[in-house]
């Protein structure tokens, strides 16, 4: 390459990064001015026991920038630490909204270490009597791992023991993964563990089919039923 050519290239070069940085410059210029500062936050969904006085405390002092330098992902842990937020969605609206839209955990019941627990599984912090007032709450306990799998087993035991109009009202795990249940009309079960995977199921079942006949023999509802046996279940009656 020639020093002339070599001297065009360098200009040409110069010149288009001159460019570039005017143009970052202007853009970052108009990407302050105030027309893009938020006028107003919109904020939707299926909520019930979220109020906008908990939203505005929430994001007081924590939503920084405008349309085009608010980091999303900052304004999305802002509302994810309201209570009863499970999940939330925020995006941009030109020139100058921000559109939040916010899904609820649905409470079903409460674990034993005062954390609300959602019809997925989810343990999460807020106040029980705002739960309640959706009804009864289904009291948990036992290690805080086997929420989820304690939520798939209380739909499932309570499609068994609905078509008999009885409902679980406590669930517990102990330390050692045994299973027990408490319900309505008042009777307490003892399920055992869930080895193999499936057992307690089958033991639900089992005592589902045959408590009409459990019933009848016992002169009324059972009490306590004890299905920790391999082929069968105890049942008893206290007056």
């Known amino acids: 390459m020639s020093a002339l050519r070599w001297m065009r290239w360098a200009t040409w070069a110069l010149l288009a990064a001159s460019s570039l940085l005017a143009a970052a410059a202007v853009a970052l210029w108009v990407a302050q001015r105030p027309w ?7 904020v939707g969904g299926d909520v019930r026991h979220i109020s906008r006085a908990a939203v505005r405390a929430a994001i007081a002092g924590r939503l920084a920038g405008n349309y085009f330098t608010m980091r999303l992902d900052q304004a999305r842990r802002a509302f994810e630490a309201l209570p ?4 939330v969605s925020v995006r941009r609206i030109w020139p100058n909204r921000l559109r939040v839209t916010l899904i609820e955990h649905r409470a079903l019941g409460e674990w034993s270490d005062g ?4 019809d997925a599984g989810v343990l999460f912090l807020a106040n029980p009597a705002e739960a309640e007032a959706d009804g009864p709450l289904v009291s ?3 290690p805080a791992q086997y929420a989820l799998q304690a939520v798939r087993h209380f739909h499932d035991f309570s499609l068994a023991l609905n078509p008999l109009q009885i409902r679980i009202v406590s669930l517990r795990i102990s330390d050692r993964a045994s299973w027990s249940l408490s319900t309505t009309p008042r009777m307490q079960v003892e399920l055992g563990r869930d080895d193999p995977p499936g057992r307690l199921q089958q033991r639900l079942a089992t005592i589902a089919a045959a408590y009409p ?7 009324g509802p059972a009490t306590r039923i004890d299905a920790r046996y391999s082929n069968g279940f105890a049942a008893a009656r206290n007056p």
């Open 115 to 118: 954390r609300l627990v959602s």
């Open 140 to 142: 948990f306990s036992g």
């Open 84 to 87: 009863w937020v499970a999940e």
């Open 213 to 219: 006949a459990v019933t009848a023999r016992l002169g």
């Open 36 to 42: 893009f500062d938020f006028r107003r936050i919109e």
